[in-house]
């Protein structure tokens, strides 16, 4: 028999944060393989970038630096933040939004564990609203060799017509506002594979290989990536039931975009998202919600990250609403 009390071994945040670059790889390689190498080069771009940025913040606040670079949370940010950008973004993008992701949304904030926003997706909305024509440039899954992806990101010439396409969400998207055809039409382009973008399939199940070690891992819970994932499924669902010229179907939604990354990598950030357990559901379920009424009629044809900035706005409340009952209470705050 083993007594009291149950000491489990220390998470730190060293380890947890290894464990998720280690989950991301899958869907890295997927990536690289399916859409080109130059994902690699943003991901070193990015993480020398934060580790730096990183250093030099807590050096100004006189703070151990040696510590803050090694517990990889820079680095996880930045990886993030390159995976969500397009792979042929300019280095300077890159290096820009990286900045705004660690000195802005995370220390400006008083650093780790005190920033109210997701630091990767406060990078990605900066740079989509400013630089929106270098941002929705992504190139075609298989269309561009190495060489041509290093010389875009490093600076070179930029043939918009003959080097980039359309994303899936993108193509639907303006496909059904120019009425040219139902959804069944549009999905027969080139930028369409057989459950939602061409290799980005092949992707999603790398994101969700990587949660499932995140899962069994107990890094993070079942409720945030059931909450963004059923509720996804089921507002795409309904309206495709009712509509199917009009609105695509659950399995496009969640095989397209970033839909896969937000729902085990991006929406369980713990210190931004919500803490409660019913209180992860709610958040979860508001992203999702959220992203899909902007894929379907907003301006942008994503809208993950816009889901998730406006959702951390609410979880102060959210977490206040879903306090969990306290033992020897009747209901929150009242005495028995």
Known sequence: MIHSPYIRKPASVQ???????????????????????????????????????????????????????????????AWLVALCFPPIVPWWLLVTA????????????GGLGQNPFNPAMVAYCSMIVAYPALMSQWPPAGGLSFET??????????????MTGATAL????????????????VMQGSAFGFLGGRGWEWISLGYIA?????????TITWHMPAA?????????????????GRFASPLFHLASGGAMLAAFFIVTDPVSGATTPRGKLIFAAGVALIA????????????????????????????????PRVFGHRGQGNSR
């Open 292 to 323: 899909w009424l902007i894929r379907t009629f907003g301006a942008y044809p994503e809208g993950i990250a816009f889901g998730v900035l406006l959702m951390n706005l609410c979880v102060p409340l959210i977490d206040m609403k879903t306090q």
């Open 98 to 109: 990286v900045l705004v992701a660690i000195v802005v949304a995370k220390h400006l904030f």
């Open 228 to 244: 963004f994932i059923g509720a996804l499924a089921l507002i795409s669902g309904l309206f495709w039931l009712v509509d199917p």
């Open 15 to 77: 380890r947890v944060m290894g464990l998720v670059l280690l989950a991301l790889m899958p869907g890295v390689a997927a990536y690289s393989y399916k859409v080109g190498a130059g994902i690699l080069v943003n991901l070193a771009i990015a993480t020398l970038t934060a580790i730096a940025a990183e250093a030099l913040v807590m050096s100004l606040r006189k703070r151990p630096v040696a510590i803050a670079v090694t517990d990889l949370s820079a680095v996880v940010t």
């Open 149 to 162: 992806q290093l010389g875009l990101i490093l600076g070179g010439a930029r043939d918009i017509d003959g």
């Open 170 to 185: 993108d193509a639907l998207r303006t496909g059904l506002r120019s009425g040219t055809g139902g959804v069944d039409a």
């Open 210 to 218: 990587g949660g499932a070690l995140l899962l069994l891992t107990r």
